[in-house]
Nanobody
Framework: QVQLAESGGGLVQAGGSLRLSCTAS????????VAWFRQAPGTGREFVAI???????LYEDSVQGRFTISRENLKSTVYLQMNNLKPEDTAVYYC???????????????WGPGTQVTVSS
């Protein structure tokens, strides 16, 4: 299993930006796809974006064009740049790592503890 740690969450006004980071403690980071999920109070964990081992990306429809996922393999880190944030983006954001590219949370066995993002209107 991979140890993951998210950072970069916080409180921002609608229309603002945040950049989340997910750093992994593994020497084989390049073999993992890394995804971001989010969970708002009273809801299930929702897929946000994923980047695979080759740099290919996929986004949930509501964040397409506003969020950008990227990875820096030398730092074992994946980023989620979030622009034009909306109140409905408020959630705890989690990163997850796994060997396959999937939007299904149950397919990931390594998760970070999460970071809170709050967008005020």
């Amino acid at each position: 299993q991979v140890q993951l740690a998210e950072s970069g969450g916080g409180l921002v006004q609608a229309g603002g930006s945040l950049r989340l980071s997910c750093t992994a403690s593994t020497s084989s980071f390049t073999t993992y796809a890394v995804a971001w999920f989010r969970q708002a109070p009273g809801t299930g964990r929702e897929f946000v974006a994923i980047i695979n081992q080759y740099g290919g990306t996929l986004y949930e429809d509501s964040v397409q064009g506003r969020f950008t996922i990227s990875r820096e393999n030398l730092k074992s880190t994946v980023y989620l740049q979030m622009n034009n944030l909306k109140p409905e983006d408020t959630a705890v954001y989690y990163c997850a790592a796994g060997p396959i590219t999937t939007q299904t949370s149950s397919h990931f066995h390594s998760w970070g503890p999460g970071t809170q993002v709050t967008v005020s209107s």
